[in-house]
């Protein structure tokens, strides 16, 4: 993109500021490898939010592992920072961040590729020093400028400002991508990636003219051929969602953007019950993995994005990421936009 995004290829080496964005807790080994492989930069999610912190670290690392296997290319890695009552990490976080640091100085492979560390929920401000002695380039996903501020301050290199269209987790404070990116961009001097609402080279270059200087994108990749790991229902099922279609349903940490269920129906009934909130989080976890893995899109709970609602087609990503390049490239260079 010539100087535009050089910042963050440099950071990632990635070859396009383009990034698959953690897709909650599912996994996205293989899609994660297709991204880079494509030149973007791919993101291996965890596996859960409520496992035992061992099986939750040794299922990591597989999927680290796996991604490893599948292509040379660098990637990311995120972790969901929860925190216990008394403000500290909790511990399948911190296991998290541990399994990731301990894999980078046991495998050379690990180290040169798994070059990106992306932090969401909370900040891991007491962790900071491990992040940066491990030599991972730190990202961290926000929903406010006052958070954005807050992390670049603490060390973070760079921010990904997401917003309230996007799916999955989103923000008890609705604050959307256009408002949102250009604040931020404004307010740090590190590099900002923007997400919520992209799915093309358009939105791409709106991004970069608001400040941006990479896009983050996930309800696009779901509807590809480099996601191995989903049923293709879920696919299918960005592919019809229409606008106004998606709902906000309680999560783990915040509210859930997705598509009405008999799941989501399941766990308000399940809430208004009074069971115990580890019980409900459980559920959740076991929920959103149900549709997934085995397409129960009813049974489940379907997070999804807004911009499912512009989402025709699926893409092959080894074209679509330097098509997207290219389309940005051209529209900002001069393209069809006058004044």
């Known amino acids: 993109m010539g100087s535009l995004g050089q910042r963050v290829t440099s950071l990632t080496g990635a070859r396009y500021p383009v990034m698959q964005d953690a897709l909650g807790t599912y996994k996205t080994a293989k899609l994660a490898a297709a991204v880079s492989e494509a030149g973007g930069l791919g993101t291996v999610s965890i596996p859960g939010t409520t496992v035992d912190p061992d099986h939750g670290a040794a299922v990591l690392r597989e999927h680290i592992e796996e991604t490893l296997r599948l292509t040379s290319a660098p990637f990311a890695v995120n972790i969901a920072v929860l925190k216990t009552e008394d403000g500290k990490v909790a511990p399948l976080s911190e296991r998290y961040l541990q399994t990731i640091v301990e894999l980078r100085e046991d495998d050379e492979r690990a180290r040169e590729q798994l070059r990106v560390l992306t932090t969401s929920a909370l900040f891991p401000a007491e962790h900071r020093d491990l992040i940066e002695g491990s030599g991972l380039v730190h990202f961290h996903k926000v929903g406010s400028t006052g958070a954005a501020v807050r992390a670049a301050e603490r060390g973070a290199d760079g921010i990904i400002a997401v917003g309230y269209e996007m799916g999955g987790h989103t923000h008890n404070r609705p604050v959307h991508t256009f408002v949102l990116v250009r604040n931020v961009s404004e307010a740090v001097d590190v590099p900002v990636i923007a997400g919520g609402g992209i799915r093309d080279g358009r939105g791409m270059a709106a991004a970069f ?12 990749f779901i509807a590809s051929d480099g996601n191995g790991d989903w049923d293709p229902a879920y696919g299918d099922a960005v592919i019809g969602m229409r606008e106004g279609e998606d709902i906000t349903f309680p999560g783990v940490f915040g509210p859930v953007r ?59 990503i080894g074209e679509f990421i330097p098509a997207m390049a290219d389309e940005a490239r051209a529209l900002l260079a001069d393209g069809d936009i006058t004044l």
């Open 258 to 316: 997705g598509i009405r269920s008999k799941g989501v129906e399941k766990l308000r009934q399940l809430m208004d019950s009074g069971a115990d909130t580890a019980v409900i989080n459980a559920w959740k976890d076991q929920h959103f993995q149900l549709a997934q893995r085995e397409g129960k899109l009813e049974e489940g709970l379907v997070p999804m994005g807004q911009v499912a609602s512009g989402i025709a087609a699926p893409v092959r």
């Open 209 to 220: 003219c608001l400040g941006a200087e990479a896009v983050a994108m996930g309800t696009r």
